[in-house]
């Protein structure tokens, strides 16, 4: 899958990674419908990036967390 090309399939499926990879409890609030291709290149940046990390801190879900939000439409 490539995952460099905007396309509402691969927003659906980072979506999907970061709620497993987070074992996010509110996965309403994690809706791919929720998320549009405008501002894909910093979804796909933070899918990255928490794909790298084992684990996290409180205060760095916080900040995922926070950034997810403001890449809601």
Same mark, same amino acid.
């Given at each position: ?9 691969? /927003?659906? $499926?980072? +979506? ?8 996010? /409890?509110?996965?309403?609030? *994690?809706?791919?419908?929720? =998320? #549009?291709? #405008?501002? $894909?290149?910093?979804? $796909?940046?933070? $899918?990255?990036? /928490? *794909?790298?990390?084992?684990? =996290? ?6 900040? +995922?967390?926070?950034?997810? #939000?403001?890449?809601?439409?």
């Amino acid at each position: 899958m490539d995952l460099t090309t905007p396309s509402k399939e691969n /927003v659906q $499926y980072i +979506i999907e990674q970061l709620k497993d990879k987070l074992r996010m /409890v509110n996965v309403d609030a *994690m809706r791919s419908d929720n =998320f #549009g291709e #405008g501002n $894909y290149e910093d979804l $796909y940046d933070l $899918y990255t990036m /928490v *794909m790298k990390r084992d684990n =996290f801190s409180p205060s760095e879900m916080q900040a +995922i967390v926070a950034e997810l #939000g403001s890449l809601r439409k």
